[in-house]
């Protein structure tokens, strides 16, 4: 089987079988070993300092709000969602211009290559009948200029299709709406990323100093000989494994803001950092969950947007069905001609001028105006059945996000009183190690017991601002609203 191990700040190991747990626990083991076992090998003097710094000095500090304000601002998402706004507005205005009048001018020049002959016969009821020369009609050149104006007066189609195109309006505000959504939620999430990291440094950094003071305190009573061989091995190791910790919380801190500033919008190469800490954040989390868990589907943007395109498509259906429906239109066109042989001249222009109303009744086009409006109406069928498999959707992550949350601040109660008891025991047992009344492993289970402590305070808060941000995504709440 494949099992996996979550880190607090959202590392993980997946191990495949049993056989490759055994093989990742006793690789450290080895490396101990071989590190013991080096001639070479040094070990921590009390003058070692351990050096992090993931974030540059004179960085630009962040709050959660600045952070938004960035995105909302600088984004290319919302600017794509902006244009697509934009683009859907001049479409419903040049929809809307085929209710005015079309003018057309038009300008033409027409060369005759060979002209049409006319035969004549003199007495044609005789049999002595005679045919007469061939005679050619028509000009060689041929001149033109019109101007046409229609306008519809009936035309039920084009009614219910202005009505589409506002819909569809509608449409790419509501799918601005819900890309303006999921970048705040994005932000939130890379901001609480970044504190979850930075808070993991911190403690991490507090067992490394920990570890060290315990190394120099171990060393100084083994120098005296109060303190054995093995305490001092132990000692080191434990200030040896805090190492990597530390390094690797760093690189997490480091990676999580670039994340951040990826996605409000910043250039990589500026330094950020952002203000505050989880715990600013765990206040009143019951009045938070209480609030949301009233929340509707009522303003969610996905199926606002379902919505929109179901009122599209039955609008559709309405316009197949007006295929049926006759139409009338008044034209009037205006026109000056002139023919000329050649050579051109003596060009006199006549004009000539009319105006009408034009009936268009459908009768018969192959069932094609049927089969549309059956392929409109099952299309519309279609979104209705989506639409109840989204809010299905909507309604079990809705639940995970809330349950997730509820998790989160029954742990983070508990979280806090184990670390109270788990900073007093810590406590207890520097001291009484320090007096020799405690052995370096007793004070290695309560340091472990600490960090894991710490750790766990912070998981849950980061936990339930994370899924919170999730659920206000889903059920569409923008506080900007």
Known sequence: MRARRFFPFG?????????????????????????????AARAFAPEDSIRVAPIAP????????????????????????????????????????????????????????????????????????????DTKIGNFNTFSASASASMPIINAALWKSLKISGQSVELAVEKARESRLNLISQVKQGYYAALLAKEALSVYLEVYENAKTSYIQTEKKYNVQKASELDMITARTSLASAVPDVYNAESTVILALWQLKAVIGMKL????????????????????????????????????????????????????????????????????????????????????????????????????????????????????????????????????????METAARSFDASREALVSAEKAYEIAAKSYEVGRATILELGNAQLALTRSRLAVIQPVYTFISSKAELESILGLDQNE
Do not use: C
């Open 58 to 133: 004179g960085a630009t500090v962040l709050t959660l709000d600045d952070a938004l304000k960035i995105a909302l601002s600088e984004s290319e998402t919302i600017k794509i969602a902006d244009k697509e706004v934009e683009r859907s507005g001049y479409a419903r205005k040049g929809t809307y211009a085929a209710l005015y009048p079309q003018i057309d001018i038009v300008g033409s020049y027409q060369r005759t290559l060979i002209k049409n002959d006319i035969r004549a016969m003199m007495g044609s009821d005789s049999p002595m009948a005679q045919s007469m020369p």
């Open 11 to 39: 590392g993980e190991i997946i191990m495949k079988d049993e056989n490759m747990n055994r093989r990742i626990v006793l690789l450290p083991v080895l490396l101990f070993a071989l590190l013991l076992g080096a001639p």
């Open 269 to 404: 190469e500026e330094e950020i950092d952002v203000a505050g800490t989880l715990e600013d954040y765990a206040q009143n989390m019951e009045v938070a969950l209480s609030e949301l868990e009233g929340v509707g589907l009522e303003r969610s943007s996905a199926l606002r947007q379902i919505s929109l395109q179901s009122d599209q498509l039955l609008e559709t259906v309405r316009l197949k069905q007006l295929a049926y429906v006759p139409t009338i239109s008044l034209t009037a066109t205006f026109t000056y001609s002139a023919v000329a042989n050649d050579p051109i001249q003596n060009l006199g222009w006549f004009p000539y001028s009319y105006a009408g109303i034009s009936l268009a009744i459908p009768i018969f086009s192959g069932t094609k105006r049927l089969q549309d409006v059956r392929a409109a109406r099952s299309q519309y069928q279609q979104m209705q059945l989506t639409a109840q498999s989204t809010e299905k959707q909507l309604r079990i992550r809705v639940r995970q996000e809330l349950s997730s």
